[in-house]
């Protein structure tokens, strides 16, 4: 009978999965998707590529690793708005400033812009991205309609989601063409668009 792994096993292989995770994000970000082997992968995180291929089966596999880990991380964000002894409209115009900071991940935006390009040719990656797409919308409605309990039809609460995804999704290209913006000025921009989004 197989034993269950005990937590020491179970937490080492999850830091052995972020390490690779991690070693991906830049590699991805640093060559573009198709120029980046499992062998530089292995190379960056510092393993062998067999020991990659114990928890990951392709790249493919790696980007929905990747995706996965984002959406835990939105799902802990939300979670932490929720939880805020503030009321939510205020809790959510506040954290304007941690989205924004996420948002201009170099590292992560470079990556994200290369996934979503080679997910138009991939119809694996696409289908990734569209099952993320819609959990991240999940959480976002969840959140609206708790910030305006019955004031809002579903289809307002549906829209207001989406722009919010739009407005974040949009905010690394911005700082690319417009760097003038700056860090401050995109808080501010955020801080704008939640107050007229909860109007």
Request: a positive charge; proline letters at 3%.
């Amino acid at each position: 009978m197989n034993k269950s792994p005990v937590p020491a096993e179970t937490a080492r292989a999850e830091r052995r999965r972020r390490q690779i995770l991690d070693a991906a994000t830049r590699c991805f970000a640093l060559r573009g998707f198709h120029a980046t082997s499992i062998a530089q992968i292995g190379a960056e995180a510092g393993m062998s590529v067999g020991h990659i291929y114990r928890y990951f089966t392709n790249k493919e596999a790696i980007i929905a690793g990747i995706v996965r880990s984002n959406l835990d991380d939105a799902q802990a964000f939300v979670n932490d708005i929720t939880a805020q002894s503030t009321d939510l409209q205020t809790a959510l115009r506040e954290s304007a400033e941690r989205g924004v900071d996420k948002a201009l991940d170099y590292r992560q935006s470079v990556l994200m812009i290369e996934v979503k390009a080679e997910a138009a040719r991939n119809p694996t990656l696409a289908a990734i991205l569209h099952a993320a797409d819609t959990e991240m919308r999940q959480h976002l409605t969840g959140l609206l309609r708790q910030a305006q309990p019955g004031g809002w039809s579903e289809d307002d609460i549906a829209m207001r989601a989406e722009i919010m995804a739009l407005t974040f999704e949009g905010l690394p290209l911005r700082a690319i063409a417009n760097p003038t913006l700056g860090r401050a000025g995109m808080v501010r921009l955020m801080q704008m668009i939640i107050r007229q989004l909860l109007a």
